[in-house]
């Protein structure tokens, strides 16, 4: 039997695909997670220049709070200059700096081929620490994100790389710009997997691992070393008994709530704004008027606000400040995002998510308002980015607390439960689906995978004997010779077999036209016609892989063989390919009750338990020269 072309080793089925380029791809990764950490620090000082700036009129790279300028009412104006340079280095730079990062991301690796724009990579940090240094209420964390990913593919584009490399490559790049900014490289590659990389494979995690982790070292000497949010000594160790829990579920539950409100909102006012008779560069000069505004009532609301989510989750804010708070904040951070400006969502949902819980603690007898303050800031992160592990893992990382694991845990996964039921997409799928781009977060094993080529082929298969005269094939093809009726042939192709049945190739529908328009020697059998390359599946394989061949080669059939033989036992269609995703959709949608109140115990004889798999029959084709009986084969 001629040898199988495909270049995959048949009679290795491994757990993983993933192969010796990993290692290649995971040194691109480190260097890039390198770059990232740097273009993390970059931007960090960038954000703290531009508000000592804006608000402080004084040249200092250190990072500062605009909560306390002394500008007084001229401190309304900040925003609106700022909005209006985003609004300007959009119109004339780039429009893909829009937005808050992560989705453009996501845009970027579905439907780019994972390829950014280098231009991306320069104005999307400057618009973002203007846009943030200028007091709007957005994190750094997405911009990065959106930064390091151009960094991450600008390197990849520069290497002949598949489109799944320069994906990794680029959540590389946004895994390790996060892992900088927070010291979470574990979180960093949690939200990779949950948002950007869309699928859990050695080949892509090990790479964005590596990179997170390289970032995350190298922000020790650039940042400071040590958690984000530091916890005070006693005030998250905190047990949870089963009513702990309970209270832990239901400020879940309020999280995703506000998860959903927050959706709502941002969504809202940016169909808001695009029914302004005003062109989109002037949106967010109109969003910094009204963060101006809300400064004015509540200046920690205004910036990044690490300091506040500082003070937050270690019970320092109580009272009327938490409702300040958490309403200023959700109404400019909305409205300015709507507004179509650049900064990041993490932070402000942290800060709001943290004031909420804060607030709550009012009413929970047990426990402390920073306890309450982390549970709730990490289940409206987890509701709202639909990521519960990564928010999980993130609020561990950024306060080096395990005792509040347990409530985490139960919070989260309520917020997520809520808002899955609620809302349709999340905060940051809506604007890739708003773009026209449907997305699935629902990660499973390909029900093709799981699902051999034996319990999927067609046994009864019809076949050409190699030694048939191709004028009497080209005939059959077009029902006019051999005694056939009109209507016998049933398919586009036919394998061809020896006399052992082994196989010698497939003739189709396309070999006869070309023959009959061609001629072909006086004489001549099927046999020697057929291309000297064979295309074969075997019984054991999984069909993932034949219809990856099939799809690759443009086949419609595939004969299935034997391995020690090479002798025929059956044939795979695109229709037999189709049974995998019908077992799936079945064991989804068929529901029966295996067991009831009357149980009783059938022993049965394996016989009966499963019935013995009918062999192959084999017909060959009668053609002039051909009269064969149907034979049976088995598959092994």
Known sequence: MPPDQTGEIHDRLADFTTNSRVILISLMAICIGGLSAVVAF???????????????????????????????YWEVL????????????????????????????????????????????????????????????????????????AFGSLVAQLFRLTAAERKTLLVAGAAGGMAATFAAPVASVLIAVELLLFEWKPRSYIPVALAAAVAAALRIPLLGHG????????????TLS????????????????GSALLTTLVYGFEDLFGKLPLHWMWWPAIGGLVIGLGGLIEPRALGVGYDTIRSLINGQMLGAALVGLFLVKLVIWSFSLGSGTSGGVLAPLMIMGASLGALEAHWIPFGNPGFWA?????????????????????ALELTHDVNALPGLLVACIAAALLTVLVLRRSILTEKVARRGHHLSREYAVDPLEVLRVTEAMTREVEAFSGDAL??????????????LQPGKRHHQGYPVIDLAHAVLGLVTTADALRWAADGWPEGAVL???????????????????????????????????????????????????????LRNLTEETDRRQLLSADVRVWVRSPERHKPPRPDAAIRRIELAGNRTEPQPVSDG
Do not use: C
Not at 382 to 388: L, Q
Not at 534 to 560: F, T
């Open 42 to 72: 970059a931007l960090y000082r960038l954000i703290g220049l531009i508000t000592n700036l804006s608000f402080y009129l004084h040249w200092s790279w250190k990072f500062s709070s605009p909560a306390g300028t002394s500008l007084g």
């Open 470 to 483: 191709v004028e009497d094939a080209v005939a059959f093809f077009h029902d006019t010779g051999a005694g």
């Open 374 to 394: 982390l549970i709730s800031m990490a289940a409206i992160m987890g509701g709202t980015m639909r990521a519960p592990f990564t928010a999980i893992v993130f």
């Open 242 to 257: 089963i009513g702990g829990l309970a209270v832990a579920a239901a400020v879940g539950v309020v999280a995703g709530l």
């Open 527 to 581: 046999a020697d016609l057929l291309p000297k390359t064979v295309y074969v599946a075997y019984p054991d394989e999984p069909l993932s892989r034949v219809a990856d061949r099939m799809a690759r080669l443009a086949l419609g059939r595939i004969p299935v063989v034997r391995r020690d033989d090479g002798s025929l036992v059956g044939m795979v269609s695109r229709t037999d390919l189709l049974q995998g995703r």
């Open 227 to 238: 958690p984000l949010f530091a916890v005070n000594a006693g005030v998250s160790a905190v």
């Open 78 to 149: 900040v925003p609106v200059v700022g909005g209006l340079l985003v609004g300007l280095l959009a119109r004339y730079g780039t429009e893909k700096i829009r937005g808050h990062g992560i989705p453009e991301a996501i845009e970027a690796i579905l439907v780019g081929g994972s390829r950014i724009e280098p231009v991306v990579s320069v104005i999307k940090p400057v618009a973002s620490a203007i846009a943030i240094g200028t007091g709007g209420p957005f994190g750094a964390e997405g911009p990065i994100i959106m930064t390091g990913g």
